[in-house]
């Protein structure tokens, strides 16, 4: 009796739980509340806090796209969140090396970040919003941050700009205010 030739099993990741998403998205919704405060605070008026937060940010970006793509089926099966850990831990590194040198260089890393990780962002909705809620927050937070990491370049380009770390906390604001929403909805879908 002939074989039958078999296909290669076909890796599907699996459907993203939305009590994981609600409790991740919550989670970044209050870290990056935190983040703004210290930012408008303690970071404005201590230049080596506001260092610190200005690394500190892509790092937890990077920890948190690492945790999130593990829980929601690996790093193979999510490769914008995969992308999106490598980028930001490279991004947090290059903002270490350059706020030694020039402050405004720094800015616009941030600002090459935030239009790349937006764009990884907005992808990473688009995938999901087929197994899971809350897509649209998420989408729109990614073309936003798009936008503003446009607006960190120019504004890291004129070199009579004041800078801190208070320029970036407005974006990390709206962040958490999409992270929150897309929380709401998943918990209110419940």
């Given at each position: 009796?002939?074989?039958?030739a078999t296909?290669?099993?076909?890796?599907?990741?699996?459907?993203?739980?939305?009590?994981?998403?609600?409790?991740?998205?919550?989670?970044?919704?209050?870290?990056?509340?935190?983040w703004?405060?210290?930012?408008f605070?303690?970071?404005?008026?201590?230049?080596?806090?506001?260092?610190?937060?200005?690394?500190?940010?892509?790092?937890?970006?990077?920890?948190?796209?690492?945790?999130?793509?593990?829980?929601?089926?690996?790093l193979?099966?999510?490769?914008?969140?995969?992308?999106?850990?490598?980028?930001?831990?490279?991004v947090?590194?290059?903002?270490?090396?350059?706020?030694r040198?020039?402050?405004?260089?720094?800015?616009?890393?941030?600002?090459?970040?935030?239009g790349?990780?937006?764009?990884?962002?907005?992808?990473?909705?688009?995938?999901?919003?087929?197994?899971?809620?809350?897509?649209?927050?998420?989408?729109?937070?990614?073309?936003?941050?798009?936008?503003?990491?446009?607006?960190?370049?120019?504004?890291?380009?004129?070199?009579?700009?004041?800078?801190?770390?208070?320029?970036?906390?407005?974006?990390?604001?709206?962040?958490?205010?999409?992270?929150?929403?897309?929380?709401?909805?998943?918990?209110?879908?419940?």
């Open positions: 009796m002939p074989q039958l296909a290669a099993p076909i890796h599907v990741a699996p459907a993203t739980s939305n009590s994981w998403l609600k409790r991740y998205y919550a989670v970044r919704a209050a870290v990056s509340f935190l703004v405060a210290l930012a605070t303690i970071g404005r008026s201590n230049p080596a806090i506001g260092n610190v937060l200005l690394i500190a940010y892509p790092l937890w970006d990077s920890l948190a796209n690492f945790v999130d793509a593990k829980r929601s089926g690996g193979r099966a999510n490769p914008t969140q995969f992308l999106n850990t490598v980028v930001s831990a490279i947090a590194v290059a903002v270490i090396f350059t706020l040198h020039d402050f405004h260089v720094a800015i616009g890393i941030i600002g090459i970040w935030a790349l990780s937006g764009l990884l962002q907005l992808l990473t909705g688009q995938r999901r919003r087929r197994t899971a809620g809350a897509q649209w927050p998420q989408m729109l937070s990614g073309a936003q941050s798009a936008a503003a990491g446009a607006h960190f370049i120019l504004q890291a380009a004129d070199p009579s700009l004041a800078l801190s770390v208070a320029i970036v906390a407005p974006y990390a604001a709206f962040g958490a205010v999409y992270f929150a929403i897309s929380a709401g909805v998943l918990a209110f879908r419940r």
